[in-house]
């Protein structure tokens, strides 16, 4: 089970994360690709809110290959081609997570793969069998 610090005595975050995320002696670890919105039929939908939820499912069958799910995520590596779409991955994020606070870094970049990317999230998850 990961345990989860969210330290009062630190700049509490605006979002549903915590400070750090310890993971248990003989966990095993999975380290996600960066993951993208871009569906299995290769189409990618035009607005960031659809591209979010399309990598959130991608990252969920990725972690139920391994035999994981949301909650055993220690952290996620967000990078955005517009800071102004933090606030609606935060929101689906936090509906996707629930009470699960995995780490997170958040990266503006100037563009990704593709021109028609907004977002690629990549996870860092642990499960102790």
């Given amino acids: 089970m990961l345990k989860l610090h969210v330290l009062d005595r630190l700049y509490r975050?605006?979002?549903?994360?915590?400070h750090g995320v310890e993971v248990p002696a003989g966990a095993r670890l999975l380290f996600t690709n960066g993951?993208?919105?871009?569906?299995?039929?290769?189409t990618t939908p035009?607005?960031?809110?659809?591209?979010?939820?399309v990598a959130f499912e991608r990252l969920g069958a990725v972690l139920a290959a391994a035999g994981m799910?949301?909650?055993?995520?220690?952290?996620?590596?967000?990078y955005?081609?517009?800071r102004m779409d933090v606030g609606t991955f935060v929101a689906i994020r936090d509906r996707v997570m629930g009470a699960h606070k995995p780490g997170a870094t958040f990266i503006v970049v100037k563009g990704l793969a593709?021109?028609?990317l907004k977002i690629e999230i990549e996870a860092v998850a642990a499960k102790a069998d």
């Fill in 13 to 18: 975050h605006s979002s549903n994360v915590a």
């Fill in 114 to 116: 593709r021109p028609d």
């Fill in 69 to 78: 799910g949301f909650g055993d995520v220690v952290r996620f590596d967000v």
């Fill in 80 to 82: 955005f081609t517009d």
């Fill in 35 to 42: 993951q993208v919105g871009t569906r299995a039929d290769g």
């Fill in 46 to 53: 035009a607005t960031t809110a659809e591209q979010i939820e």
